[in-house]
């Protein structure tokens, strides 16, 4: 099977061909230089930019893999969750192209991509290796963990009840008067910094449950620079900010995600979304799943960022396991549940 894939739920404008679980190519263009003057994507901005950049974008795509829109055996695109004007662009854009070729159209999840992208590896799914498992999405606007119980059959354990994990970071580093994006550049400060030097809440990781909340730790340390506001004047206390934010984010994250784990007797974890970026992250994922005897997947950088590469191998698997096509007129799911 010859796919291509597009993807515009956000700030990333990016189309991908897949053949027979390959990713011939992926490109991407990031929006963020853009929305770094506003310190957060503006929707009207991002929808612009990729009504700009699709075409110049899928011809690059098309260029790479060498191969004509005519060789396509299907087509998909991100339905679903997203900036609904964003999501129109390439959800339209897709249809257009399936129905223009008489062709196969799909829909997919954006968050069911990233719960699959562990499993590529090096451009090429890995399904044939594939293993029931505990697996921990986490990104700006979600965090979640899924019990992953067989190729395509998962439950939602448990989401975020406020804010998201990638959230609290940015948010924090707007406190702290950080650049935009704010999750990487407190990744980067945090280095250096002492991660035991503020004890910031750790928000519900004794709770049985599988939730997350972290708008109390955002809170914590804004009330914590208010009543200390000569941090902001230090470098290096800057630094260890970021080191106790990262550090109380990662705990819970990483504690949560092995306790559930063990209750289900699952002995597989993946981990995927932009904060799993996060060198701590993927350090104490390791590190945790180590000691616990865990196999751990961490989806590769480049597929944790937005991308159409994960949409299309998911496209292509869901087809050639027999799910049934989009209807071509369908329209987007901006609130499209994982479930």
């Known amino acids: 099977m010859l796919l291509a894939a597009i993807e515009t739920s956000c700030?990333?404008?990016?189309?991908?061909?897949?053949?027979?679980?390959?990713?011939?190519?992926?490109?991407v263009s990031s929006q963020i230089k853009l929305?770094?003057?506003?310190?957060?994507?503006?929707?009207?901005?991002?929808?612009?930019?990729?009504?700009?950049?699709?075409?110049?974008?899928?011809?690059?795509?098309?260029?790479?893999?060498?191969?004509?829109?005519?060789?396509?055996?299907?087509?998909?695109?991100t339905q679903g969750p997203g900036l609904p004007p964003a999501l129109v662009i390439g959800f339209q854009a897709g249809q257009?192209?399936?129905?223009?070729?008489?062709?196969?159209?799909?829909?997919?999840?954006?968050?069911?991509?990233?719960?699959?992208?562990?499993?590529?590896h090096d451009g090429r799914a890995a399904f044939d290796s594939f293993e029931p498992s505990i697996s921990l999405?986490?990104?700006?606007?979600?965090?979640?963990?899924?019990?992953?119980?067989?190729?395509?059959?998962?439950?939602?354990?448990?989401?975020?009840?406020?804010?998201?994990?990638?959230?609290?970071?940015?948010?924090?580093?707007?406190?702290?008067?950080?650049s935009y994006p704010g999750g990487p550049e407190?990744?980067?400060?945090?280095?250096?910094?002492?991660?035991?030097?503020?004890?910031?809440?750790?928000?519900?990781?004794?709770?049985?449950?599988?939730?997350?909340?972290?708008?109390?730790?955002k809170t914590s340390v804004r009330y914590f620079l208010r009543d200390h506001p000569e941090t902001l004047e230090s470098d290096q206390s800057i630094r260890d900010v970021c080191a106790s934010v990262q550090s109380a984010i990662v705990e819970v994250l990483v504690q949560k995600t092995v306790r559930a784990a063990r209750r289900l007797g699952v002995k597989c974890i993946t981990a995927s979304g932009g904060v799993t970026c996060n060198s701590a992250l993927r350090t104490e994922l390791q590190r945790a799943c180590a000691q616990q005897n865990f196999k751990l997947l961490l989806a590769e950088p480049k597929l944790?960022?937005?991308?159409?590469?994960?949409?299309?191998?998911?496209?292509?698997?869901?087809?050639?396991r027999g799910n049934t096509p989009t209807n071509i007129t369908a329209d987007i799911r901006s609130s499209w549940t994982l479930e």
């Open 137 to 178: 999405i986490v990104s700006g606007g979600h965090t979640m963990l899924v019990h992953v119980r067989a190729e395509l059959d998962h439950v939602v354990l448990g989401s975020t009840v406020d804010d998201a994990a990638g959230e609290c970071f940015d948010k924090t580093a707007k406190l702290l008067g950080l």
């Open 11 to 27: 700030d990333e404008t990016s189309v991908a061909l897949v053949r027979d679980g390959t990713i011939l190519s992926s490109v």
């Open 186 to 217: 407190m990744d980067r400060l945090a280095k250096t910094g002492n991660p035991r030097a503020h004890d910031f809440p750790r928000p519900m990781i004794k709770d049985a449950h599988d939730d997350f909340s972290f708008s109390g730790l």
């Open 304 to 320: 944790c960022t937005d991308n159409a590469g994960m949409i299309a191998i998911l496209a292509e698997r869901k087809l050639q």
């Open 96 to 120: 257009a192209l399936a129905y223009s070729l008489d062709r196969p159209f799909i829909g997919i999840n954006h968050h069911e991509a990233h719960l699959y992208s562990p499993w590529i």
């Open 35 to 77: 929305h770094s003057e506003y310190g957060g994507v503006v929707p009207e901005l991002a929808t612009r930019e990729h009504l700009r950049n699709l075409l110049p974008v899928a011809r690059e795509a098309f260029q790479r893999a060498q191969i004509h829109a005519t060789d396509l055996d299907a087509v998909a695109a």
